[in-house]
Each structure stands twice: as C-alpha cells, then as structure tokens.
C-alpha cells in the first residue's frame, strides 16, 4: 500500500483560537489543496455565514457543539460553486449548510433512501425543502446500488456518520464506493465523518440494523484506498476518548454523551495512471 499523506488536526487548536474565524484562517493556512477557486471570496466567511444563517433551524444549532461544522467544513474544502453530494443526507443537518456554502453557483443532491423513509418518514425532509427554501438542492431519492448519478461531475460527496449503515442497507459496499469514485471529478474529494467501533472490529457492528451502529476505521481507509481513493487528511476534531465504542448513539447509556469520532478526507487522483499504479500495488 502506497504511504498516506495524513494531516492530523488537534481539538485543541481551535479551543484556543479566539473566535471559530480565527481557527478557520489558520486551518485554511495548513490546506491548500483546494479543488476549486475561490476568487476574492474567503471560504471560512461563507462558513460562518452559513453557519449563523436567520433561517437555519434552531435545532440543527444545538447539534454544533458535538459536530463542530466549522471547522469540519472547513477541512473539507467546501466553497462556493461547488457540485456536491450527500449520500443518506437524514433529515438535512449538513445538507442546510451545504447548500449555504455551495451558493447560487452551486448544486447539493440530497440522497436518501426507501429504508430510510421506511424507519424515519420523509416528514423531516419535506420540512427541510418546503417552500423551495433551499434552492439548490435537489432531493434525490436512490437506492445506494444506483444512484445514477453524472459521470465525474461532482466535485465532491460527504459520509457524515452513516458509512456504517451501508453495510446493512446494500449487498455490495464496494459497489457502492466504485460508483463514487465514478461520479466524483478527477481531483475532487469524499469527506467522511462516522463512530469509531473498536480497532480490528472491522464491519461487526455495522452489518446489523440493530446493532452498535459503527465502524472500524481502518476498514474504512483500506476500502476507499482500494477503490482508488488517496487519504489526504484525518483529524482528532470529533475524538472523545472517554466512548467505550461499546454502544450505539442512540442507546439510553450514551444519552448526552459524544461518540467517539473519526474525521477522514480522501481524494480522487487527477493522474490515472497513478491511480492504477497504487490499485495495482495493493
């Protein structure tokens, strides 16, 4: 396996930083990297923006501290202009944000999909786009074995903490990825967030609807470098050390309690041929 050019970024940086503006010109200083231009923009302002909107929703709000979208975001590279996807975009949380970032120029594909409805409704959803609220998302709703998505067209597509439900959501997860490097352009990027499940656990708490609801993070990594993907960044944003990773999110245990978080950022190689040096050597 080719040597990963891995960024680890620390918590405590940006709790020492005066403002989350602040933290964003620093961690745009350590990346640069970017896929797109952003002109005489600055993409921690249009973050913050979205961020602090009038008409995002109070209840996304008092998910940021456990989510930290900031300085997440920020680590992405999302900006203005951008073709994105989110894959089991939920109810929207990071889909509002997205859509704020991307802009008029931009376009976000909200994927869900019937297993979802089938648990959740799309009540959430509805309320989310009504009233044409949000523009520039479309409301794509696909199974993840077909997503039917343009041929790299999309500058990039966000995991954010559901990489483990496709394990038991579709027969073939690596189909699933070969068809997101497909449809990601050359250059463009996946940024992934999920719950950590204990080391060399592999995908034993994911395969199961009913179960721990996380995954390993090494699996992760090794199938998404498989597939041709480069990991270009990780960071400790979301670690809480205190999770056992022996429970899900949503069990009574972990009730007011933060999982403990790994953030990954992968690319999709602009040369070929270097991309079919490195599958071939694994």
């Not at 900006?79 to 109810?91: C, D, F, H, N, R």
């Not at 997101?180 to 050359?186: D, E, G, M, Q, T």
Request: aromatic share 8%.
């Amino acid at each position: 396996m080719p040597a990963l050019l891995t960024q680890t970024l620390s918590t405590n940086n940006f709790i020492k930083a005066i403002t989350v503006t602040c933290s964003l010109i620093l961690l745009s200083a350590c990346n640069r990297q970017s896929n797109s231009q952003m002109g005489t923009e600055n993409a921690g302002t249009v973050i913050i923006s979205a961020i602090n909107h009038a008409q995002r929703p109070a209840k996304d709000k008092l998910r940021d501290e456990h989510r930290k979208p900031a300085e997440v975001l920020s680590l992405f590279e999302v900006q203005p202009g951008m073709k994105v996807l989110e894959i089991l975009a939920g109810g929207g949380y990071y889909t509002e944000l997205l859509s704020r970032i991307v802009g008029p120029g931009g376009q976000v594909y909200m994927q869900n999909t019937e297993k979802y409805y089938q648990f959740q409704t799309d009540r959430a959803v509805n309320q989310r786009l009504e009233n044409n609220r949000l523009n520039n998302v479309i409301r794509w709703d696909k199974e993840l074995d077909a997503l039917d998505l343009p041929r790299e067209k999309l500058d990039a597509a966000f995991l954010m903490l559901v990489f483990h439900d496709f394990f038991w959501m579709t027969p073939s997860v690596e189909q699933v990825i070969n068809t997101l490097y497909a449809n990601i352009k050359p250059g463009g990027l996946v940024g992934l967030i999920d719950h950590a499940a204990i080391a060399g656990s592999g995908d034993t708490d994911a395969v199961n609807l009913k179960g721990k609801h996380r995954i390993d993070e090494q699996l992760v990594i090794e199938m998404f470098t498989r597939a041709g993907f480069v990991l270009t960044a990780t960071s400790d944003l979301l670690r809480n050390k205190a999770d056992k990773r022996d429970a899900a999110f949503f069990e009574d245990s972990m009730q007011n309690k933060a999982t403990d978080r790994f953030v990954l950022k992968f690319i999709k190689p602009t040369d070929s041929k270097a991309n079919n040096a490195m599958v071939s050597d694994k």
